[in-house]
């Protein structure tokens, strides 16, 4: 994709169709709600992995400079997995085999049109209203806010009763709204955060070169995402903010820290502007500065769901058709799933188990059924017909691990989980 051009809704919609024929095995695209003009907003997911990070752009309309950035972002990491290239170091196939990244490149696609296209984007039955919220000026250069004039990133119940400086009702910009998460496009944020539950958040802004990251943290939390988020203003060149005062807050990072306790960022790209949008002369360098941000995200958002994997580790035992046999391996709890070491099972029931490196996938052969298995991907093949997985199969620490019911499924067996006793029971059919 070309993103030095003035970057609209339907060229993102070309061009994401585009990315996901080119990488089919990789990047696909789901509407997560609609604007308040009716306009899909789309989610953008690039990865295979069970975990998940959160990236997006596009929040407030004269900020579509972020739309650009995303979209080159899903791009580059794209071809370096297709070349298994690396960029800064960082092993991008092997990364996204593991870690799945959901991007919303564009947040606010009305608003987005508004600042770029003016009145004829906008449904006849809203232009006097879009008017009167630009105080009757014809220049939308300045336009932040929806189509329906809220400011749609202090729309987030964290601390929103406080904000300061709302105008007392719809406008161009910095209305808060009537009440918080009321509407469409932050719905259908919120309910995509719920449903994917990524482990950090980026949500990008324009301008001035600064990074905000602190909302009301303490202890352990505070440090850790202290961390993070040097490591990102290292990494951008970005200066780091301070925590708000009693008065700031309402933004989606705001409500993130605040709901889920992890760490997000909010950058604000390109050198300072004004109220306007950023000069497509400054995207070099803003991709030079943040080319890294997402594959660090991704990297350790893996890292915090494998810490997370082994805090829910216990020691599990097998028995099979009455026999029990003690693992040294344990199971995991993801998604209130368990799920379980499959190689023991499987050559402790006469299969053979190899690793395929270059499908990264587990092949089973048994005298009955022969099974492919691609880790972080929620299917798998029995004799050639594929299976789908409430769970993928994982990979941690080497050892491939695959839900309770996978067993049943590949093996025609009775699985019983007994959780109180931490053993898997297996009875196969030849002793039932």
Same mark, same amino acid.
């Not at 850790?224 to 951008?236: G, P």
């Not at 058709?321 to 499959?342: S, Y």
């Given at each position: 994709?070309?993103?030095?051009?003035?970057?609209?809704?339907?060229?993102?919609?070309?061009?994401?169709?585009?990315?996901?024929?080119?990488?089919?095995?990789?990047?696909e695209?789901?509407?997560?709600?609609?604007?308040?003009?009716?306009?899909?907003?789309?989610?953008?997911?690039?990865?295979?992995?069970?975990?998940?990070?959160?990236?997006?752009g596009?929040?407030?309309?004269?900020?579509?400079?972020?739309?650009? &950035?995303?979209?080159?972002?899903?791009?580059?990491?794209a071809?370096?997995? *297709? *070349?298994?290239?690396?960029?800064?170091?960082?092993?991008?196939?092997? &990364?996204?085999d593991?870690?799945?990244?959901?991007?919303?490149?564009?947040?606010?696609?009305d608003?987005?049109?508004?600042?770029?296209?003016?009145? @004829?984007?906008?449904p006849?039955?809203?232009?006097?209203?879009?008017?009167?919220?630009n105080?009757?000026?014809?220049?939308?250069?300045?336009?932040?806010?929806?189509?329906?004039?809220?400011?749609?990133n202090?729309?987030?119940?964290?601390?929103?009763?406080?904000?300061?400086?709302?105008?007392?009702g719809?406008?161009?910009?910095?209305?808060?709204?009537?009440?918080?998460?009321?509407?469409?496009?932050?719905?259908?944020v919120?309910?995509?955060?719920?449903?994917i539950r990524?482990?950090?958040?980026?949500?990008?802004?324009?301008?001035?070169?600064?990074?905000?990251?602190?909302?009301?943290?303490?202890g352990?939390q505070?440090?850790?995402?202290? @961390?993070?988020?040097?490591?990102?203003? +290292?990494?951008?060149?970005?200066r %780091?903010?301070?925590?708000?005062?009693? @008065?700031?807050?309402?933004?989606?990072?705001?409500w993130?820290?605040? *709901?889920?306790k992890?760490?997000?960022?909010?950058?604000?790209?390109?050198?300072?502007?004004?109220?306007?949008?950023?000069?497509?002369?400054?995207f070099?360098?803003?991709?030079? =500065?943040?080319?890294?941000?997402?594959?660090?995200?991704?990297r350790?958002? +893996?890292k915090?769901?494998?810490?997370?994997?082994?805090?829910?580790?216990?020691?599990?035992?097998?028995e099979?058709?009455?026999?029990?046999?003690?693992?040294?391996?344990?199971?995991?709890?993801?998604?209130?799933?368990?799920?379980?070491?499959?190689?023991?099972?499987f050559?402790? %029931?006469?299969?053979?188990?190899?690793?395929?490196?270059?499908?990264? =996938?587990?092949?089973?052969?048994?005298?009955?059924?022969?099974?492919?298995?691609?880790?972080?991907?929620?299917?798998?093949y029995?004799?050639?017909?594929?299976?789908?997985?409430?769970?993928?199969?994982?990979l941690?620490?080497?050892r491939?691990?695959?839900?309770?019911?996978f067993?049943?499924?590949?093996?025609?067996?009775?699985?019983?989980?007994?959780s109180?006793?931490?053993?898997?029971?297996?009875?196969?059919?030849s002793?039932e």
């Open positions: 994709m070309n993103p030095k051009q003035v970057y609209s809704y339907a060229q993102m919609e070309r061009d994401m169709k585009k990315l996901a024929e080119r990488y089919p095995d990789l990047i695209y789901h509407v997560i709600g609609t604007s308040e003009f009716g306009r899909p907003i789309y989610a953008i997911t690039l990865g295979n992995g069970m975990s998940t990070s959160y990236i997006n596009s929040n407030h309309a004269r900020e579509w400079i972020t739309t650009n &950035l995303t979209m080159y972002m899903i791009d580059q990491y071809q370096a997995y *297709q *070349q298994r290239r690396s960029i800064g170091g960082y092993d991008v196939k092997t &990364l996204l593991k870690h799945r990244i959901w991007f919303v490149p564009m947040l606010n696609p608003g987005v049109m508004i600042q770029q296209q003016g009145l @004829t984007s906008v006849q039955g809203e232009v006097a209203s879009v008017m009167v919220m105080q009757n000026s014809s220049n939308f250069k300045r336009w932040k806010a929806n189509g329906k004039g809220v400011d749609l202090r729309q987030f119940n964290a601390n929103w009763n406080n904000l300061a400086n709302s105008p007392g719809p406008s161009f910009a910095n209305y808060k709204g009537k009440t918080p998460h009321s509407a469409s496009e932050v719905k259908a919120l309910e995509l955060t719920e449903e990524p482990e950090m958040a980026v949500s990008y802004h324009s301008s001035g070169q600064i990074l905000f990251w602190n909302f009301h943290q303490q352990a505070l440090i850790r995402d202290r @961390t993070h988020a040097r490591a990102l203003s +290292q990494m951008t060149g970005y %780091l903010m301070g925590e708000p005062g009693a @008065t700031g807050g309402g933004g989606y990072t705001d993130f820290i605040q *709901q889920y992890k760490p997000a960022f909010t950058p604000e790209v390109s050198p300072y502007v004004g109220a306007t949008n950023v000069p497509l002369a400054n070099d360098r803003i991709w030079q =500065e943040n080319r890294l941000v997402g594959l660090y995200v991704a350790e958002s +893996q915090m769901f494998e810490t997370r994997l082994r805090n829910t580790f216990s020691p599990v035992s097998i099979v058709d009455g026999e029990r046999i003690a693992l040294a391996e344990g199971a995991f709890t993801v998604q209130n799933r368990t799920v379980v070491p499959l190689r023991s099972i050559e402790r %029931l006469g299969a053979s188990v190899k690793w395929n490196s270059a499908n990264r =996938e587990v092949q089973i052969e048994s005298s009955e059924k022969s099974i492919r298995l691609p880790v972080h991907r929620p299917y798998a029995l004799d050639g017909e594929r299976v789908e997985l409430d769970v993928s199969a994982l941690v620490d080497n491939t691990y695959v839900p309770v019911r067993i049943a499924e590949a093996l025609g067996a009775k699985v019983e989980w007994q109180k006793e931490q053993t898997v029971r297996i009875t196969t059919s002793t």
